[in-house]
């Protein structure tokens, strides 16, 4: 059972920048990648970056791609979201999400983590 935590979220002004982490417990032989979503009121979920668990390779939404960046550390079994030059739409709740090698799904999400950018 692979159990995630998110932090680093919280309030900041637009132009500002914010890490996000996200730790894993449990194994994580299994994972196939890891991804990074935000839902905002009224709209749905949408993808901001991934990463392959194993190669670390990585993909980006259109909307954050240039201002964030996404790692993984497997010694530490942690997943970070770097986020530069944030805009207010950028405000959404966070959620980290790891997806089985053999699953088409997400199965695993976070609790999430508030992001709020002031203009």
């Known amino acids: 059972q692979v159990q995630l935590t998110e932090n680093g979220g919280g309030l900041v002004q637009a132009g500002d920048s914010l890490t996000l982490s996200c730790a894993i417990s449990?194994?994580?032989?299994?994972?196939?990648?890891m991804g990074w979503f935000r839902q905002a009121p009224g709209k749905e979920r949408e993808s901001v970056a991934t990463?392959?668990?194993?190669?670390?390779?990585?993909a980006y939404g259109d909307s954050v791609k240039g201002r964030f960046a996404i790692s993984r550390d497997i010694g530490e079994k942690t997943v970070t979201l770097q986020m530069n030059s944030l805009k207010p739409d950028d405000t959404a709740v966070y959620y980290c999400?790891?997806?089985?090698?053999?699953?088409?799904?997400?199965?695993?999400w976070g609790q999430g983590t508030q992001v709020t950018v002031s203009s």
């Open positions: 449990g194994h994580t032989f299994g994972i196939y990648d």
């Open positions: 990463i392959t668990w194993g190669f670390g390779t990585t």
């Open positions: 999400a790891a997806r089985a090698v053999d699953a088409r799904e997400y199965d695993y």
